[in-house]
């Protein structure tokens, strides 16, 4: 059993940046799927990015969101992911999930293709 813990979260202006970490204990996640997800007030929670396995390469995938603002990058000899968010707008505040999947070969981008979730960590872009 996997266990993630968010981290990075706070309080940036628009146009700043923040770098989310996601610490994985329990188990090793190298071979998992991991995923970045937010949810804002009265939102359903959205995928930001995800990184899979296929083959022997590992892929990223970004939605429309925030692509081009943020990259996803794993450490493996620190069993973590991260989320380097770039130009910061007022719409990125929400809470921020990183999520483990054990499906590999494509893009998980439904909440329910990942079983594991940390609690999440605040971001909130102020003007």
């Known amino acids: 059993q996997v266990q993630l813990v968010e981290s990075g979260g706070g309080l940036v202006q628009a146009g700043g940046s923040l770098r989310l970490s996601c610490a994985a204990s329990?188990?090793?996640?190298?071979?998992?799927?991991m995923g970045w997800f937010r949810q804002a007030p009265g939102k359903e929670r959205e995928l930001v990015a995800t990184?899979?396995?296929?083959?022997?390469?590992?892929?990223?995938y970004y939605a429309d969101s925030m692509k081009g603002r943020v990259t996803i990058s794993r450490d493996n000899a620190k069993n973590t992911v991260y989320l380097q968010m770039n130009s910061l707008k007022l719409e990125d505040t929400a809470v921020y999930y990183c999520?483990?999947?054990?499906?590999?070969?494509?893009?998980?981008?439904?909440?329910?293709?990942?079983?594991?979730w940390g609690q999440g960590t605040q971001v909130t872009v102020s003007s």
């Open positions: 329990g188990r090793t996640i190298s071979s998992n799927s």
């Open positions: 999520a483990a999947g054990f499906t590999v070969g494509k893009a998980l981008r439904t909440t329910d293709e990942y079983h594991a």
């Open positions: 990184m899979y396995w296929s083959a022997t390469t590992n892929w990223a």
